[in-house]
């Protein structure tokens, strides 16, 4: 099984070098998931877009075993400032679909996001469209300067 797997891997590693602008390889968006992996980003920031409920961080990529042709995402919603889970859990999907929309724009950087503590985020969740505008509006700020 192991054997599969790994011949697998090779082929798809094949095909990315092979064919780096095909849209199957710029499919993926990915995922931050070490703390080491964050805290490039948040030491090596290349990009930053503030806004009233967010803030969004991006550094290219620039490691070795990560395809330069995708996008990489870190949510950080913390239990702090966004008390419900059924909120932090709202922001978290409606952040990664906004993403999902514009990564053509942002195809080989790292892009951290993180909720800003603040009153407006607690009414602009009684009205989510204020939510999906406010981060629609970052992504392309932030498409535009990349």
Do not use: C
């Not at 390889?25 to 964050?38: D, P």
């Not at 806004?51 to 990529?61: C, G, P, Q």
């Not at 042709?69 to 008390?83: I, S, W």
């Amino acid at each position: 099984m192991q054997n599969r797997f790994d011949e697998f891997r090779e082929r798809v590693g094949e095909i990315e070098t092979s064919f780096p602008d095909h849209p199957l390889n710029q499919l993926a968006v990915g995922k931050l998931t070490t703390s080491r992996e964050f805290s490039i980003v948040f030491e090596q920031t290349q990009q930053k877009v503030v806004d009233k409920h967010f803030v969004i961080l991006a550094t290219k990529i620039n490691q070795r075993g990560v395809s330069p042709y995708q996008v990489r995402l870190g949510l950080a919603v913390q239990k702090k400032k966004v008390r419900r889970s059924v909120d932090r859990t709202y922001l978290k999907r409606v952040i990664r679909e906004t993403l999902r929309h514009q990564k053509d724009g942002l195809i080989g950087w790292d892009i951290v996001v993180l909720v800003r503590h603040s009153p407006e985020v607690a009414q602009a969740l009684k009205h989510r469209k204020l939510i999906h505008q406010s981060i629609t509006n970052s992504w392309r700020r932030l498409v535009n300067r990349v």
